[in-house]
T-cell receptor, first 116, second 108 residues
Framework: NAGVTQTPKFQVLKTGQSMTLQCAQDMNHEYMSWYRQDPGMGLRLIHYSVGAGITDQGEVPNGYNVSRSTTEDFPLRLLSAAPSQTSVYFC???????????????FGEGSWLTVV | GQQVMQIPQYQHVQEGEDFTTYCNSSTTLSNIQWYKQRPGGHPVFLIQLVKSGEVKKQKRLTFQFGEAKKNSSLHITATQTTDVGTYFCAGPGYKLSFGAGTTVTVRA
């Protein structure tokens, strides 16, 4: 049971570099999302997708791009890394985005990113 | 956007004692979810509350949804070292807005 798989687990970037955080789920989930977690601020939604080919911005989208070409994959791209993007990133998925009563969200194990 | 506030931010508990963490929203919530994150780990779903005044129990954990569906609480009885972690409330719907969490430490 792989669930939600994120890679890499740890990454150090220099300011201005670009990189992609990979996320894959094997549960045929419709909804996928990316969060960042900073001390004392909980989890903040970066981007989300309600299905293949559909993406939208969350609370803190600036500096990040996403795409959803398949149901399984939802990569997060940092275009030009900045120290303010040092954070822990979590990918998450849930069965459906269509219910007002919500669905259990499954999180990946996280990617620790440091920008120097 | 939706704002969910949690108090307290930190809770230091003597092993065996009870404690409660609270979650408040400025607007009515259609549902609320609770998650637990162990140190160094990822959030794990605990429970979802949907109905006004709903109370659900999971062993030593009791979750409550307020009558007005604007607040929720998590009460843990007889705290154990396994309860260490950060507890988040989040809601509603699929675009979860997370509270800042209550980080729980336990004194043996």
């Amino acid at each position: 049971n792989a669930g939600v798989t994120q890679t890499p687990k740890f990454q150090v970037l220099k300011t201005g570099q670009s990189m992609t955080l990979q996320c894959a789920q094997d549960m045929n989930h419709e909804y996928m999302s990316w969060y960042r977690q900073d001390p004392g601020m909980g989890l903040r939604l970066i981007h989300y997708s309600v299905g293949a080919g559909i993406t939208d911005q969350g609370e803190v989208p600036n500096g990040y791009n996403v795409s959803r070409s398949t149901t399984e994959d939802f990569p997060l791209r940092l275009l030009s890394a900045a120290p303010s993007q040092t954070s822990v990133y979590f990918c998450a998925s849930s069965r459906s985005a269509g219910s007002n009563f919500g669905n259990t969200i499954y999180f990946g194990e996280g990617s620790w990113l440091t920008v120097v | 956007g939706q704002q969910v506030m949690q108090i307290p931010q930190y809770q230091h508990v003597q092993e065996g004692e009870d404690f409660t963490t609270y979650c408040n929203s400025s607007t009515t919530l259609s549902n609320i979810q609770w998650y637990k994150q162990r140190p160094g780990g990822h959030p794990v779903f605990l429970i979802q509350l949907v109905k006004s005044g709903e109370v659900k129990k999971q062993k030593r954990l009791t979750f409550q949804f307020g009558e007005a569906k604007k607040n929720s609480s998590l009460h843990i009885t007889a705290t154990q070292t396994t309860d260490v972690g950060t507890y988040f409330c989040a809601g509603p719907g699929y675009k979860l807005s997370f509270g800042a969490g209550t980080t729980v430490t336990v004194r043996a």
